[in-house]
């Protein structure tokens, strides 16, 4: 797993260094890797480190410390170096000793640089950019590497509130930080410098894909259709029959066991789907191990009581949309459940569900409403945020956004629910379901290629690249 520290975990680790090291050796040591990687940028994007140039954007703190040490070591490597100073009364004096020393030149304008080097403001700053930083940064028209993180983005949440840096690459230094996945767009690609820090538990974690290669559920040679989990759909209507064969069908796609419909679209699901045991009731139904609910059911009366019949249920279940907004008319329904429940909402059902809006710290509010409610959270987005009930998170960076289509959380929750049938926890299931799902639409928007730029797609060819995708986790695994 990776693991994401707060600001002020990375500050408390880093104090003892700091007290026991001479004074500005660890600013040193991350400089030297920051100028490391901006050589290797270099290279990467223009053939060669000598006579290239490259201008820093310096502030105040030790951001921008960090980066004019690197311009010193940038330009012993023949790099033709210049420093915009934001504010040059505040400048770190020992780092621009340095630079001055190393033949770097402090500059009223950009130049033409190959590479843009943000030093601005580090984990420590709040806010958007001020008004002379933005101007700065709005003449970039190169590739910026950030220092820590694209100043003007939160450190702790990722929010952006007005004017940010939009980095190629961020450098970070002894940790990842939250801003590092709950803002990945504008952090672009991530490289972290060891720089010695003792850390302790994350405030929370991702899973890499071998971690979800090696949770997915694989049948061994005493198992059969019912050990390996029996998951339940109730999905779809005589209005949205699309929803039920969506669901049902990104269930069976994420198993080897075995899936029971139950609702009014049961030919349509039969005749995409021959191998699930379909019924008209959920009396009729029989015993599963998991129960998936919501997605086009409705939200008249009669999908009211069905949902309340599921959830006096004891198994696990996972409530997906008409099941949100019609718990969100009686919250209590969840909380009264001592068999483990999950809510997969997007930011509207969750301010339906917690009576506010998500607000910019997606991971806290999150937790919160878990914890509220007795049942874990999977909190969908670019970065899906997931919390069960005693506050540990799991976040799955989508690397896209080709999921945000009509019918492809029909698809999330299938394959969630046929997971949570496995044995899978809550948590565990709706991680490892959201990464799944997350490379599943990738691939179905690159044509099945990994790595290779998409296409818009719906949600039907999505659904047929559960499959590859879940093929791709497990070569992780194996590996």
Same mark, same amino acid.
């Given at each position: 797993?990776?693991? /994401?520290?707060?600001?002020?975990?990375?500050?408390?680790a880093e104090?003892?260094?700091?007290?026991?090291?001479?004074?500005?050796?660890?600013?040193? @040591?991350?400089a /030297?890797?920051?100028?490391?990687?901006?050589?290797?940028e270099?290279?990467?994007?223009?053939?060669? +480190?000598?006579?290239r140039?490259?201008?820093?954007?310096v502030?105040?703190g030790?951001?921008?410390g960090?980066?004019l040490?690197a %311009?010193?070591?940038?330009?012993? @490597?023949? +790099?033709?170096? @210049?420093?915009?100073?934001?504010?040059p009364?505040?400048?770190?004096?020992? %780092? #621009?000793?340095?630079f001055? @020393?190393?033949?770097?030149?402090?500059?009223a304008?950009?130049?033409?640089?190959?590479?843009?080097?943000d030093?601005?403001?580090?984990?420590?700053?709040r806010?958007a950019l001020?008004?002379?930083?933005?101007?700065m940064?709005?003449?970039?028209?190169?590739?910026?590497?950030?220092?820590?993180l694209?100043?003007?983005?939160?450190?702790?949440?990722?929010? +952006?509130?007005?004017?940010?840096?939009?980095a190629?690459?961020t450098?970070?230094?002894?940790?990842?930080?939250p801003?590092?996945?709950?803002?990945?767009?504008?952090?672009?690609?991530?490289e972290?410098?060891?720089? %010695?820090?003792?850390? $302790?538990?994350? *405030?929370?974690?991702s #899973?890499?894909?071998? *971690?979800v290669?090696?949770?997915?559920?694989?049948?061994?040679?005493?198992?059969?259709? /019912?050990s390996?989990?029996?998951?339940? +759909?109730?999905? $779809?209507?005589?209005? /949205?029959?699309?929803?039920g064969?969506?669901?049902? $069908?990104?269930?069976?796609?994420?198993?080897?066991g075995l899936?029971?419909?139950?609702?009014?679209?049961?030919?349509?699901?039969l005749?995409?789907?021959?191998e699930?045991?379909?019924?008209s009731?959920?009396?009729?139904?029989?015993?599963?191990?998991?129960?998936?609910v919501?997605?086009?059911?409705?939200?008249?009366?009669?999908?009211?009581?069905?949902?309340? #019949?599921?959830?006096?249920?004891?198994?696990?279940v996972?409530i997906?949309?008409d099941?949100l907004?019609?718990? &969100?008319?009686?919250?209590?329904?969840?909380?009264?459940?001592?068999?483990?429940?999950?809510?997969?909402?997007? =930011?509207?059902?969750?301010?339906?569900?917690?009576?506010?809006?998500?607000?910019?710290?997606?991971?806290?509010a999150?937790?919160?409403?878990a914890?509220?409610?007795?049942?874990?959270? #999977?909190?969908?987005?670019?970065t899906?945020?997931i919390?069960d009930?005693?506050?540990r998170?799991?976040?799955n960076?989508?690397?896209?956004?080709? &999921?945000?289509?009509?019918?492809?959380?029909?698809?999330l929750?299938?394959?969630?629910?046929?997971?949570?049938?496995?044995?899978?926890?809550?948590?565990?299931?709706? =991680?490892? $379901?959201a990464?799944a799902?997350?490379?599943?639409a990738n691939?179905?928007?690159?044509? %099945?290629?990994? *790595?290779v730029?998409?296409?818009?797609?719906?949600?039907?060819?999505?659904?047929?690249?559960?499959?590859?995708?879940?093929?791709?986790?497990?070569?992780?695994?194996?590996?």
């Amino acid at each position: 797993m990776r693991g /994401y520290f707060t600001a002020d975990q990375v500050r408390d680790a880093e104090a003892p260094l700091l007290s026991s090291l001479p004074e500005g050796a660890l600013m040193r @040591r991350a400089a /030297y890797g920051l100028a490391q990687v901006i050589v290797d940028e270099l290279r990467s994007r223009t053939g060669g +480190v000598v006579h290239r140039t490259v201008a820093l954007l310096v502030g105040s703190g030790d951001n921008g410390g960090d980066g004019l040490w690197a %311009g010193a070591f940038l330009r012993k @490597r023949g +790099v033709v170096v @210049r420093a915009i100073l934001l504010d040059p009364a505040r400048a770190h004096q020992k %780092g #621009l000793d340095a630079f001055l @020393r190393a033949g770097g030149r402090v500059a009223a304008d950009l130049g033409e640089p190959d590479l843009v080097v943000d030093g601005i403001v580090g984990i420590s700053g709040r806010g958007a950019l001020r008004p002379d930083a933005a101007a700065m940064v709005a003449q970039v028209r190169c590739p910026i590497v950030a220092v820590d993180l694209p100043s003007g983005v939160d450190a702790n949440t990722g929010a +952006v509130c007005g004017p940010a840096v939009t980095a190629a690459v961020t450098v970070t230094f002894g940790a990842l930080k939250p801003v590092h996945v709950l803002a990945s767009p504008q952090c672009g690609r991530v490289e972290l410098i060891d720089i %010695g820090l003792d850390l $302790g538990e994350p *405030d929370f974690q991702s #899973l890499e894909p071998s *971690d979800v290669g090696a949770l997915w559920p694989v049948p061994g040679p005493g198992d059969d259709k /019912y050990s390996q989990g029996v998951v339940g +759909v109730i999905a $779809g209507s005589d209005r /949205y029959p699309g929803a039920g064969v969506l669901c049902t $069908g990104a269930a069976v796609t994420s198993t080897s066991g075995l899936v029971r419909f139950a609702g009014p679209g049961a030919a349509e699901v039969l005749s995409r789907f021959p191998e699930v045991v379909a019924s008209s009731t959920f009396e009729e139904a029989g015993r599963v191990q998991a129960w998936v609910v919501g997605p086009g059911m409705g939200i008249d009366a009669g999908a009211a009581a069905l949902l309340e #019949l599921v959830l006096a249920t004891d198994v696990p279940v996972v409530i997906d949309a008409d099941g949100l907004t019609l718990l &969100a008319q009686d919250p209590d329904l969840v909380r009264r459940r001592t068999a483990p429940t999950l809510l997969t909402p997007h =930011a509207g059902e969750f301010a339906r569900l917690a009576g506010r809006e998500v607000g910019a710290d997606r991971v806290s509010a999150t937790r919160e409403l878990a914890s509220d409610l007795g049942a874990s959270v #999977l909190l969908k987005g670019h970065t899906t945020v997931i919390a069960d009930r005693v506050g540990r998170v799991l976040v799955n960076d989508a690397g896209g956004s080709w &999921a945000s289509t009509a019918g492809s959380g029909d698809v999330l929750s299938g394959v969630i629910g046929a997971l949570l049938a496995s044995g899978l926890t809550p948590l565990e299931a709706a =991680a490892v $379901g959201a990464r799944a799902h997350a490379l599943a639409a990738n691939l179905a928007a690159a044509g %099945g290629m990994v *790595d290779v730029a998409g296409a818009p797609i719906s949600a039907s060819p999505l659904l047929g690249r559960v499959r590859d995708a879940v093929r791709v986790l497990r070569s992780f695994a194996r590996d």
